[in-house]
């Protein structure tokens, strides 16, 4: 278990110091992180809604912050090219983003041509009905996709990477909001990027 917990520091570190760079982008990311907190809170009394929450204010925010607001030049600090963070991902770099954004933005058009899904479901008969329906789905397709990349990584890396990866991931509110709850403030003051303290050692990025 301590190489466990050492794969997942190293793991949230190489994330922190290759991915969030931008005081925008962390300031998206405590957004993200309240709103994932708040939707673990309700899986359990209303997991629809709680899947709602997670994708259209949880997982949308911290995407946007990703993809619009995260620098992708050469990364001086870290020396190394954006092209070199993307391949060396164990989890989801941006390209694969791009797919699993994609599968969540167009799910709910399985809903439209089969209002039961395939049984599952009673058709709705109103809007709201329909969008419970809809979170639903979306804790599906969110479920789906963190086992699809743990078990992925199962194969490709090792169980243990794979296993570290999920616990992160799970983790990441909790530990996002210690790490970026100063970032509006400080965004704020002008300070528009966060330049990390590089360790000696180079590692994957995770996130």
């Known amino acids: 278990m301590i190489g466990f917990f050492e794969l997942l520091r190293v793991q949230r570190w190489d994330d922190h110091r290759y991915y ?69 991902k164990v989890g989801y770099n941006l390209r694969r983003k791009v797919v699993l954004m994609a599968v969540w933005a167009l799910s709910p058009l399985l809903l439209v041509a089969e209002p039961t899904l395939f049984g599952m479901f009673k058709p709705s008969r109103t809007a709201f009905e329909f969008a419970r329906h809809v979170g639903y789905l979306w804790l599906a397709v969110g479920l789906g996709g963190l086992l699809f990349r743990t078990v992925q990584l199962f194969l490709i890396k090792d169980v243990q990477t794979g296993l570290v990866w999920a616990t992160k991931i799970l983790t990441d509110p909790l530990h996002d909001i210690k790490l970026y709850y100063r970032a509006p403030l400080q965004l704020l003051r002008g300070h528009m990027f966060d330049v990390p303290v590089l360790h000696d050692h180079p590692h994957e990025a995770t996130d």
């Open 20 to 88: 969030h760079h931008s005081r925008v982008n962390q300031s998206l990311h405590l957004l993200s992180a309240v709103s994932f907190v708040c939707a673990y809170a309700l899986t359990f009394n209303d997991p629809a809604l709680a899947a709602l929450i997670g994708w259209l204010v949880a997982m949308t925010s911290r995407q946007i912050g990703h993809f619009f607001f995260e620098p992708k030049d050469y990364d001086v600090v870290n020396q190394a090219t954006h092209d070199y963070k993307e391949a060396i």
